[in-house]
């Protein structure tokens, strides 16, 4: 059976999402789950865009060891370059080089000719040759440009050394039938093709990504590029896990197999929603909540009767386990700290402990502990970044009469710090106000979403939130059965995120001094501006 590899570029394409801001350890954590999944190809980020860019290729290329390490940069020295500098560490480093080829690109756009574009492209390719044999050449906009100056173009990079040749669907606008027949012609009229590899690169403009990289691969095509849960700019980009598990399902009809293991895909999955804090709708295929759920009764009672009646892939080939009630208040740390381990949580002493307070916690609240109870846990409790804000309680009154106060303690600095609002929006409002308060930074919240993490009325909620302060974005995420705790958590997460990433810093100090006011402290700002 042939390959088709697998490039990843969650966490480039990915992280160019709307909303979606990751900080380093959040980036080199998918980036290590990326490597466990055995993807080919890790597109780690674009280093000349940013500086936090540029440090988190770096980081992964240290430290992240299987997959080959890819960072993007445009045709021109600088970029690739920097680009260069990043990826230098990794054992497999790649450059990913790119200049738009269509016409619309090149009069509106860049405002350069043909023949420049062309002479670009083969220098750039040339350059990056010069430091690794593993050089991309993406052609951006590559299914809108006109299919003889393409081929011209890729035939020429290829002789400039480049080893992979990436086509792209960037805005999303072929069908499958053109994107197969595209891919077909490329292969056909570009005499050199045999000596790079053919790749794709599908956005969802349309709903078709997927499809179009399915008819791609149908055509010759050998690479291909996707995210996980398909998050990307605009509509996103085709998504890895339904790629992957139409290749295994289908493998007769295709004849190709990917390298990936599929029972890391439920757990990616999850963790790249939960650090990007961008939700999987339920009906999402193959990782979507109800992607195995059998609602009407004819389907139930195939399903118990035999499996394949109504399930065309096993959901424990992408590591969904089935919700077993594993724990209960009665279990004790043995059996807590195994079960964890069967579930690939492998924790230090200390956090082990920490897991095991909470889970003690819960288990006074919530009768039966299953394994996503578990995961949601680890997730939660065993925090990645350090806590610049502690939340100690939260009491919030509400009804349907009244206006909503919510009162707050958290610490900071090893001191209690005591707030309260009220909150015409509700009773979450009235909380997020009177941490603004007590912390003294007041950003926007561009998203909340809640969800249960299981069935039943004493299931945990699950709450992410998406805060924007001075064009910075932070995303946070909380768990509790009570939604109004799980609600502050996520708000405290993000805020802890920024005071981590960018730094707070203090103000008014002696000002607050002055007036005898320890409680109320307005005195922390971000160092942002
Ligand atoms: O969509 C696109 O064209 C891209 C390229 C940079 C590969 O993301
Ligand atoms: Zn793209």
């Not at 610490?411 to 409002?429: H, N, R």
């Not at 939604?483 to 730094?503: F, R």
Request: glycine share 8%; proline share 2%.
């Amino acid at each position: 059976m042939n390959k088709i590899h697998i490039f990843d570029t969650t966490l480039r394409d990915g992280e160019q999402s709307p909303g979606v801001s990751l900080n380093l350890q959040e980036k080199l954590e998918i980036a290590q789950q990326l490597a466990k999944l055995k993807v080919d190809v890790i597109e780690a980020g674009f280093p000349i865009a940013s500086q936090g860019d540029f440090e988190g290729v770096r980081a992964i290329a240290q430290n992240v060891k299987g997959p080959a390490i890819a960072a993007l940069a445009r045709a021109s020295k600088g970029d690739i370059d920097r680009a260069w500098e990043a990826i230098k560490y990794s054992d497999r480093p790649r450059i990913h080089t790119f200049i738009a080829t269509s016409d619309i690109h090149l009069k509106y756009k860049l405002q350069m000719t043909r023949d420049e574009v062309l002479k670009k492209a083969v220098e750039a390719v040339a350059y990056a040759a010069t430091l690794t044999d593993d050089v991309e050449f993406s052609a951006e906009d590559a299914f809108r440009s006109d299919l003889d100056y393409l081929c011209q173009i890729v035939e020429a990079v290829i002789d400039a050394g480049a080893v992979v040749v990436n086509i792209p669907d960037t805005v999303g606008y072929a069908t499958p039938w053109e994107f197969g027949n595209f891919i077909a012609e490329i292969k056909k009229k570009v005499p050199n093709i045999d000596k790079a590899l053919l790749s794709v690169h599908c956005h969802n403009d349309l709903g078709l990504g997927v499809a179009n990289s399915l008819a791609a691969i149908k055509n010759g095509a050998q690479q291909v590029e996707c995210t996980v849960n398909g998050i990307g700019e605009r509509a996103g980009n085709a998504s890895l896990e339904e790629i992957v598990m139409a290749l295994y399902t289908r493998k007769t009809f295709f004849n190709y197999e990917t390298d990936v293991d599929t029972r890391e895909i439920y757990r990616t999955s999850r963790l790249v929603r939960n650090l990007s804090g961008m939700s999987v709708q339920p009906n999402k295929a193959v990782v979507g909540k109800n992607a195995f759920a059998h609602e009407s009764g004819i389907h139930q009672d195939g399903v118990l009767k035999e499996r394949t009646t109504y399930e065309i892939m096993n959901p424990e080939l992408i590591g969904l386990v089935q919700e077993n009630i594993v724990l209960g208040k009665h279990s004790g740390r043995h059996a807590f700290k195994v079960r964890l381990q069967e579930l690939g949580h492998n924790l230090d002493e200390g956090d082990l402990e920490k897991a095991f307070v909470r889970f003690k916690s819960l288990a006074d609240k919530k009768r039966e502990i299953t394994d996503k109870d578990l995961d949601a846990i680890v997730e939660d409790e065993i925090k990645k970044i350090p806590e610049a804000f502690k939340l100690e309680y939260v009491h919030i009154s509400s009804g349907t009469r009244i206006m909503p106060t919510a009162t707050v303690g958290v610490i900071v600095d090893e001191q209690l710090i005591e707030e309260a609002a009220c909150g015409s929006g509700g009773p979450i409002d009235a909380s997020f106000r009177a941490l603004d308060k007590a912390i003294g930074i007041h950003p926007t919240l561009e998203n909340f979403a809640l969800n249960a993490i299981t069935g039943g009325r004493d299931a945990m909620g699950e709450v992410n939130v998406t805060l924007k302060h001075h064009e910075n974005v932070f995303t946070g995420r909380g768990i509790s059965t009570d939604i109004m705790e799980a609600s502050v958590k996520a708000y405290i997460n993000a805020l802890n995120k920024l005071a981590y990433e960018i730094g707070v810093e203090k103000q008014n100090e002696g000002e607050e001094q002055e007036n005898g006011n320890d409680n109320h402290r307005k005195d922390l700002s971000c160092t942002c501006r």
